[in-house]
């Protein structure tokens, strides 16, 4: 050991990697909660568009609004913005007296299963909060723009974590300058991406060296391929769960709205949107798998997203083409109608998506049940428990995540209890009894039970269950 690394300098109370929006959730609710001395850091070489849309739904806002009520404000002020176009919330006069927009399920005969209402008022008048669409960037966005900027780094990919019992903390290791990989495991693969000779060069960025970071807790909240929850497993019973696993349904669809011929699309509005201007979602109500859901901006402009148990090696590495082929022969397979049929045919190939959805289980039935705590180490949000986006609870189990860390880490603060890693490990166990149990229930609605295609009952307790549960009295009934 050098001289210099004999009595090591202590950085920061808490060091949180990836500046996701549970990593910056998990950041806010820290600082909340009078612990300012953390630091924030993400792989990304620099903070851009990218992500696609999610649904905070009521369980979700809840948990943001007692992590921060300052963002919570914020994300609700976004309401009625060109990007929350399915939002009611902030209307005039006029608009009050238009209906919101709905969201369709109907059966391949266009029979009407169920609808959804998109609007803010009418999910607040059932479940006690709203319901926000927002896009991943812009969720961030939000988030990250309320932290310090010097407490919020880019272009730190983590390589190594390490505790160190003899100074009572954690270190981690991180380079820059690096270019970063495609995540396999929570990425469309876009035909346009393909097609661009985009590539970074990545001899403009010099190779770094590496740069540690020492703090008395660490909170690894970077995504479903968690680089810290692979280097924390590594060499244990649980490295068989480093890697997420495909969950058996894939996505093939259009990344953008394209022309069909207008007796055709005519067909297909009169069977299917029943005066819904926007979003259908068509099942053969046998199954809820596959599934198309056909959105429609315009009068003849159609895209579509398919959901369906595709074998993982038919959508890897699939030219546009390839994937028309597939999607068209799925849907016959399910016996959709030819118009559903001719609308995919006409997708343009250059458009073409692809994605195989992953899941990081809860809850396993081997005997080395996975920890989300090692020491001074926890995962949160995806890292621990990721799934598919089927039911839009993702994103906010997160945030019910960093309602959890915020609090049980604030309580380490106040009992100065940093130097105590029996403490803080019992913190961390409380976060995995509280919230391991309802993200496996969430895990297998999603996997398994899809309440949106079961019926009107399971419907009625799932949501009572998860939409009308408010984190906040739960952690006041838990401490």
């Known amino acids: 050991m050098k001289p210099e690394n004999s009595n090591p300098r202590i950085d920061y109370d808490v060091a949180i990697v990836g500046a996701g929006p549970v990593g910056l959730a998990t950041a806010l609710g820290l600082r909340q909660r009078g612990i300012e001395n953390i630091i924030v850091l993400d792989q990304t070489r620099a903070f851009r568009k990218v992500g696609q849309g999610l649904g905070l739904l009521p369980n979700g806002l809840k948990a943001l609004k007692y992590i921060a009520p300052q963002a919570y404000n914020n994300i609700k002020a976004t309401i009625g913005q060109p990007n929350n176009s399915l939002q009611t919330g902030q209307k005039n006069e006029v608009e009050k007296k ?143 769960y480093s890697q997420p696993e495909y969950c058996g349904v894939g996505a093939i669809g259009s990344s953008g709205t394209y022309q069909i011929p207008e007796a055709l699309a005519q067909e297909i509005k009169e069977r299917f949107f029943h005066g819904s201007p926007r979003v259908v979602t068509i099942t053969n109500h046998e199954s809820d ?99 598919p986006p089927f039911i839009g609870q993702g994103a906010n189990q997160g945030l019910e995540d960093a309602a959890a860390i915020a609090t049980l880490v604030a309580e380490i603060s106040n009992q100065n209890q940093w130097d105590d890693v029996r403490a803080i490990e019992a913190a961390f166990s409380k976060y995995e009894a509280l919230r391991r149990p309802f993200v496996t229930y969430i895990q297998e609605e999603t996997l398994i039970g899809k309440p949106f295609f079961s019926s009107d009952e399971k419907l009625r307790k799932y949501n009572q269950r998860v939409l009308s549960r408010n984190i906040e009295e739960i952690m006041q009934t838990f401490q």
């Open 289 to 387: 798998v596959p599934r198309i859901i056909l959105f429609s901006p315009q009068p003849s402009q159609f895209g579509y997203l398919l959901h369906a148990a595709f074998p993982l090696e038919s959508l890897l590495e699939k030219s546009g083409e390839e994937l028309i082929n597939i999607a068209v022969e799925e849907l016959k397979k399910a016996d959709f109608p030819e118009m559903v049929q001719q609308l995919v045919a006409l997708s343009s190939p250059d458009k073409m998506i692809q994605r195989p959805y992953y899941t990081h289980h809860a809850t396993v039935s081997a005997p080395e049940q996975p920890k989300w705590n090692m020491e001074r180490v926890v995962l949160a949000g995806d890292a621990a428990h990721g799934m």
């Open 98 to 240: 238009q209906p919101s927009p709905e969201w369709h399920h109907v059966n391949v005969k266009g029979q009407q299963i169920r609808s959804y209402s998109m609007g803010y008022d009418e999910w607040f008048q059932q479940y006690g909060e709203g319901r926000i669409s927002i896009s991943w960037y812009d969720l961030q966005t939000q988030l990250r723009t309320l932290l310090p900027v010097e407490r919020v780094k880019a272009n730190h990919r983590c390589i190594n974590v390490v505790t160190e019992p003899e100074f009572q903390c954690v270190r981690a290791d991180f380079v820059s300058n690096q270019e970063v990989g495609t995540n396999p495991y929570a990425h469309w693969d876009e035909q346009q991406e393909k097609n661009q000779s985009n590539t970074v060069n990545s001899s403009q960025f010099p190779e770094s060296e590496i740069t540690s970071i020492r703090a008395k807790l660490l909170i690894a909240a970077d995504g479903i391929n968690s680089s810290v929850r692979q280097i924390i497993y590594k060499n244990t019973a649980y490295s068989r």
